[in-house]
């Protein structure tokens, strides 16, 4: 709208910053936060007993899945099963999503109901 006293536009054209920050994150995050969204709801149903109170996913970034895991024992163990894993991610999510698996023990202090 042009100003009447001014005769020139005050908005420039410029779109309100809020909207466009909103547009650009939901473009940008919509597919990753998505589907790590959908391992961490899911990953009771993923790993077996064994894991679920052993392990939880951290993080997806360019098709690596990171999970944490209580200590070394169980990095080993869960190493051993994470074709089967990665077999159910995909079943899930679509083939490629989580192109790798990668384990890191984490604090102890982060683990309270450790075995």
Avoid: C, H, Y
């Avoid at 990753?32 to 052993?54: P, Q, S």
């Avoid at 070394?72 to 995909?90: C, F, N, P, T, V």
Wanted: aromatic content about 4%; glycine content about 8%.
């Amino acid at each position: 709208m042009i100003d009447p006293w001014t005769g020139k536009n005050p908005d420039r054209g410029l779109n309100p910053l809020d909207s466009t920050l909103e547009d650009v994150l939901e473009r940008v995050t919509e597919g990753k936060l998505a589907a790590f969204e959908m391992i961490k709801a899911a990953w009771g149903e993923i790993v077996t007993d064994v894991w679920r109170e052993r392990s939880r996913p951290t993080q997806l970034e360019k098709g690596v899945l990171t999970i944490e895991v209580a200590d070394g024992a169980a990095a080993s163990r869960l190493r051993l099963e994470q074709a089967q894993i990665k077999a159910a991610l995909d079943e899930r999510l679509g083939r490629g999503e989580v192109a790798q698996i990668k384990l890191r023990v984490g604090r102890a202090r982060d683990w309270p109901n450790r075995p």
